[in-house]
């Protein structure tokens, strides 16, 4: 973060700060106030998600460079590397590693709190994409690129 392109703009949307706070760091709360419980499948099963969601996470932020962000900025747009498929890979390794967690330890309160982080991200994603429809490079990459999360399918 410290090594981040500058931006050229920045939302001043506080609710949009407020979003990008409770979805990020909503996730210390699933792991620290979820229920244990139970494995619906083999350990096998959580730890190759969790391996492809760090695969992901990984390739996702490479692409991605210095135009890493909190809150919706235009820090240059990315069109390279895993931005190529989707156009929100870095959340595509959360959605996985949510998957995963819920598998490993289900529990109704589990299962809860990592929807809603899922929900908040998407939301998330959603509304940067709004904030940066201004841009008509922006524009021309969401019609390029079809698929927000999972590519063919969402």
């Not at 998957?99 to 940067?128: C, D, G, H, Q, W």
């Amino acid at each position: 973060m410290v090594l981040r392109r500058p931006p050229v703009r920045v939302t001043p949307n506080p609710w949009y700060w407020l979003l990008a706070f409770v979805a990020t760091y909503g996730i210390l709360f699933v792991n620290a106030f979820a229920w244990n419980g139970r494995p619906l499948v083999p350990s096998i099963v959580t730890n190759g998600l969790a391996l492809l969601s760090i695969a992901i996470f990984v390739y996702a932020r490479l692409s991605l460079g210095r135009s890493i962000g909190f809150v919706p900025a235009n820090r240059g747009i990315v069109t390279r590397g895993a931005y190529r498929f989707v156009r929100h890979p870095i959340y595509s390794g959360l959605f996985v590693a949510m998957l995963a967690f819920v598998l490993r330890n289900y529990s109704p309160l589990t299962l809860l709190m990592a929807s809603t982080i899922v929900v908040l991200f998407m939301i998330k994603s959603i509304v940067e994409e709004r904030f940066l429809r201004a841009d008509a490079e922006y524009a021309a990459y969401l019609q390029r690129v079809r698929h927000r999360w999972i590519p063919g399918i969402a």
